[in-house]
């Protein structure tokens, strides 16, 4: 697509690659013919804060390029809703028809679709006594980067000028309290404070990308940040490997930023389409995924891998058909409806004139 930045769309589809591995051959194991057998991605949901990363990346360009809160807000509708709208409706309904075991209950409940489309957590609403919650688990990320839109948007509208040390500041602030004074035994659904170094760990990759872009050196505020939220990261890492992978991430926006060519094989049409597709991927994997490998993947033994092989080609194919053909069309009817005078966005600077799509922004 035009105006993407590719790389980033191959980041995307590492991220979506990992976690849909993670749940196919891990998370779910006692649910397959094969068992455990091709257990090795258990630490595949670290594609996750992958995603987390990015969300930061390109939602500070984002916000430079929108005038007001209330335009921010309704792109972010715009990006979001459309496929969480058919992606769970697709889930409640393949659930219903076919999950007779009743594995995933929670997606057989017509209030956990509604649910779905607040994207509030189910925590917020068990707080206030209310029975709803996600017609998908995996839709848990979703609130966190509802949480950090909310967050960013207001630092970055109430004052604009100083929005990257407002941002960097207050996020530090954000995480040392809750690192001693608030931390306490983890939710099931993590909130933002949880998955804030990753978000403000990607917003300090953009300023540095940018800083890059303009031929102009870094300052004493992007070395503090790139120090404590990369040092955090790695210090919250609860295993050595998801440590490691950790600073596989930080080692990559670092080549992306400063020596790109080096990631050329992330920009290859494949790659990129998995990449711009990984939205819609990522809500419609799971339940449904499981689900297949459960009911099928027995007819394949001794090989029931290729079963599931051969189903995340197909959940790719979809989700890019899906992307491509659906989304897009119904996102610019939105588009129309929602911003029918939008104001042309203003780059961050005179100097900086390369833009990045707005459908890379989730």
């Not at 976690?19 to 013919?33: G, I, N």
């Not at 839109?149 to 004052?159: A, E, G, I, Q, V």
């Amino acid at each position: 697509m035009k105006n993407r930045i590719q790389i980033l769309d191959g980041f995307r589809a590492l991220a979506i690659l990992s976690v849909v591995l993670y749940h196919f051959f891990s998370r779910w194991a006692s649910l397959y013919p094969y068992g455990s057998r091709y257990d090795h991605f258990e630490h595949g949901a670290s594609g996750v804060q992958f995603f987390f990363l990015i969300s930061g990346f390109v939602i500070y360009f984002t916000l430079e390029n929108t005038d007001t809160f209330k335009a921010f807000w309704i792109k972010r509708f715009i990006r979001l809703f459309p496929s969480m709208l058919f992606a769970s409706i697709l889930t409640f309904a393949i659930i219903r028809l076919f999950d007779r075991s009743g594995f995933f209950w929670q997606s057989h409940q017509l209030r956990y679709l509604v649910g779905s489309w607040t994207f509030i957590s189910p925590s917020v609403f068990h707080f206030f006594h209310i029975n709803l919650g996600y017609t998908d688990g995996s839709y848990w990320s979703l609130w966190p980067e509802v949480e950090f839109y909310l967050f960013s948007s207001t630092l970055f509208f109430l004052n604009r000028k100083n929005f990257f040390r407002n941002f960097i500041i207050t996020s530090a602030i954000l995480i040392a309290a809750r690192e001693f004074i608030f931390k306490h035994e983890e939710d099931a659904y993590p909130g933002l404070l949880v998955c804030l170094p990753f978000f403000a760990m990607g917003a300090l990759f953009y300023q540095l990308w940018k800083i890059v872009q303009l031929n102009r050196k870094p300052g004493a505020l992007h070395y503090f940040g790139l120090a404590f939220f990369a040092g955090y990261m790695l210090y919250s890492a609860d295993v050595l490997v998801v440590r490691v992978l950790y600073a596989l991430m930080i080692s990559l926006f670092f080549v992306f930023i400063y020596a790109p060519r080096f990631l050329g094989f992330l920009t290859t049409p494949v790659i990129t389409k998995i990449g711009t597709s990984s939205y819609f991927l990522y809500l419609i994997h799971q339940n449904i995924g499981v689900l297949a490998i459960n009911k099928f993947a027995g007819y394949f033994e001794p090989f029931g891998f290729v079963c599931t092989i051969l189903l995340i080609v197909g959940l790719i194919a979809f989700s890019i058909w899906f992307t491509e053909k659906v989304e897009k069309k119904f996102s610019g009817m939105l588009k129309t409806l929602l911003l029918r005078s939008p104001s042309k966005p203003k780059p961050a600077s005179r100097e900086f004139r390369q833009v990045v799509s707005e459908d890379q922004a989730r």
